[in-house]
């Protein structure tokens, strides 16, 4: 899950965000002579500036959309939960556009949170699409399902991802679109599920956040999520079984499909 790093009171969490964090800390050095620090200020409004110029110009977020931002924005996150963890404007619009340009009607999430990327996508279904969405957290899910407007073609299934998909493939469904976007641990599994219980429709898509994990996988201290996100990249590069492009949006989106025989 990737934050608006944008907005204010949210800390970067994107290695765009994190880097402009950094050289501000940096310029701020009384240290500097005024060339260097002329050079980092303009390198620093290089890296400031990329985001919100991002959603400067892509298009506007649905009214519903901004207030499920804002609720998310203000409630009292405690624990390993945290309003960083909303897609945001930019995302969304992305993963929108994905429903749009691939067709799918029936689009599965794993890893839901408040219910900003599902919202997103399944304003962008057809009038006989539905989206299918796996949240762990009940309490999570309840507040997502009270942000979403009457009516939004949304299933929310609560419980762990894994048993949710075995669920998902008992019942025979079938997507033509997924979003991973759940503990970064259990990707790899979640994709194996994903191709090898017959989930996935002919030429389906399927979408990975946060990829990049902060820059962790290349650059930096390395966490439990760093770690497991750089071990899945290997493991997807190395798989015979798909193609992938990972897209240097927010904090990575890899796209992978099967590959083209």
């Not at 240290?31 to 919100?52: I, N, Q």
């Not at 506007?60 to 390993?80: C, D, I, K, V």
């Not at 963890?85 to 993963?95: A, T």
């Not at 299918?132 to 609560?158: K, M, N, S, T």
């Amino acid at each position: 899950m990737t934050s608006a790093s944008t907005d204010v009171g949210l800390r970067p969490v994107t290695p765009l965000g994190i880097l402009a964090a950094r050289l501000d800390a940096v310029c701020a050095r009384p240290d500097l002579s005024p060339e260097v620090a002329a050079e980092l200020a303009a390198v620093r409004d290089l890296a400031a500036g990329f985001e919100p110029y991002l959603e400067q110009h892509t298009s506007p977020e649905s009214p519903a959309l901004a207030a499920l931002a804002e609720r998310t924005r203000t409630a009292p996150w405690s624990g390993t939960l945290e309003a960083e963890m909303l897609s945001g404007h930019v995302e969304g619009r992305f993963l929108a556009f994905l429903v749009g340009t691939t067709r799918a009607r029936r689009v599965l999430e794993i890893g839901m949170f408040t219910g900003y990327g599902a919202l997103a996508m399944a304003e962008a279904l057809p009038a006989d699409g539905e989206l299918v969405a796996c949240e762990l957290d009940a309490d999570v899910a309840a507040f997502a399902q009270e942000c979403f407007p009457d009516g939004a073609p949304i299933d929310v299934r609560v419980g762990p991802a894994a048993d949710t998909l075995a669920a998902l493939a008992a019942e025979g469904q079938v997507f033509d679109l997924v979003f991973v976007d759940a503990d970064k641990a259990g990707y790899a599994g979640y994709l194996d599920a994903l191709l090898d219980t017959g989930l996935l429709a002919e030429g389906a898509l399927v979408a990975v956040d946060n990829t990049l994990m902060q820059g962790q996988p290349w650059a930096g201290e390395r966490t439990p999520n760093g770690d497991a996100v750089a071990a899945f990249n290997a493991r997807l590069t190395a798989d015979p079984r798909v193609e992938q492009v990972l897209v240097p949006l927010r904090d990575g989106i890899t796209l992978v499909r099967r590959t083209q025989s």
